[in-house]
């Protein structure tokens, strides 16, 4: 009796060292979304934005006091606006523009979020140990944020810019230790060296999103002076102003101007105005966008406005203003009007 007793106690401390089979299997969720919202052309300061990443481990039932160590690395790839992660990611509007972003580890956007364990740049790791209870089993999560951000004094163009992670581009890459008794111990890589070893493509999917709105400055105009004239005007005076505008590239744009100060209530008529010992005097004119004078240029937007789209640089667009004939001579003196010119983008 006391042989076979020695014999099933030695059997029982013989247990917990029988091999583990159970694998651990890890799934992640992430935010939809990660909007960097408005961003504006050279900006002088970086827009920052955070990624939410949890990620779950599930172990099937292995003993009463078992327990699992895993260590997870979140692999995130270039994306679809670009085919590098170094020494930026892009994100790509319509029109095929960029705008550089990157993906960060750390919050002081020191390490670069990469796709490999261990890589240059790194996938992001976790750890995680759970209890694995016979019958039910265990599981076991972890919550990590990258941390992204649009660096400062870029040139764009305007647009809504996007990027899609998704398939390839995010990668799961796990490593468990598993034990019958005791605290297994959390593998040291991600890909090696453990109980087992395990990894998933497409583990979850996000968009990352910026908007660059239009915008439109840098404006110069040149006043419109039909010069002297000596008598009557006896036919057209012709003479041209312009107006400089720098819009950033793709910003759609629309140019009007108003019938002037001295235009008569109700009307569109355009005209230049003197005093002379306290009464008025007018001279008509008219202003147009093409030089053969045939298109008028005024302020109802998609009618008679002028339009362009932006390149980023300096753009000139020519005024073409025109004195029709005058019967008789009108009054001697400088005659003049102020035209409000308006912008819309």
């Known amino acids: 009796m006391r042989q076979l007793l020695a014999g099933v106690l030695l059997l029982a401390c013989l247990v917990p060292s029988l091999p583990v089979r159970a694998a651990a299997v890890c799934t992640a969720t992430a935010d939809a979304l990660l909007p960097f919202g408005n961003v504006n052309s050279g900006a002088a300061g970086p827009t920052s934005g955070t990624l939410n990443i949890t990620v779950t481990c599930t172990t099937a039932a292995l003993s009463l006091l078992a327990t699992t160590g895993v260590r997870v690395c979140v692999g995130i790839g270039s994306g679809t606006g670009g085919s590098t992660t170094t020494p930026w990611r892009t994100m790509v509007n319509g029109s095929g523009d960029t705008l550089d972003f990157q993906l960060y580890n750390t919050s002081n956007y020191s390490q670069v979020t990469g796709l490999t364990p261990r890589g240059v740049p790194p996938a992001q790791e976790l750890t995680m140990t759970y209890n694995v209870p016979l019958l039910t089993g265990g599981s076991g999560a972890q919550s990590v944020q990258l941390f992204a951000q649009i660096p400062a004094n870029q040139v764009l163009a305007s647009g809504s810019y996007s990027s899609t992670f998704s398939g390839a581009n995010v990668v799961l890459t796990w490593a468990w230790n598993e034990v019958l008794l005791g605290n297994a111990s959390v593998p040291a890589n991600c890909n090696g060296g453990a109980t087992g070893t395990n990894s998933s493509s497409a583990a979850f999917a996000f ?54 100060q001295n235009n008569p209530a109700l009307t569109t008529t355009r005209r230049m105005r003197t005093t002379i010992g306290g009464n008025s005097y007018y001279l008509t004119y008219e202003l147009y966008r093409d030089a053969a004078r045939s298109q008028r240029w005024g302020n109802t937007l998609a009618l008679d406005t002028a339009s362009g789209t932006g390149t980023g640089v300096a753009q000139t667009l020519n005024i073409f203003g025109r004195v029709p004939p005058v019967a008789g001579q009108p009054p001697a003196g400088t005659y003049n009007d102020l035209v409000q010119v308006t912008i819309t983008y």
Do not use: E, H, M, W
């Open 207 to 260: 968009n990352t999103t910026a908007t660059v709105l239009p915008q439109c400055g840098s404006y110069l105009t040149t006043d419109l002076n039909f010069g002297t004239v000596a008598g009557g005007i006896p036919g057209n005076i012709d003479q041209t102003a312009t107006l400089t505008l720098t819009c950033l590239k793709r910003t759609a744009y629309q140019v009007g101007l108003n019938n002037g």
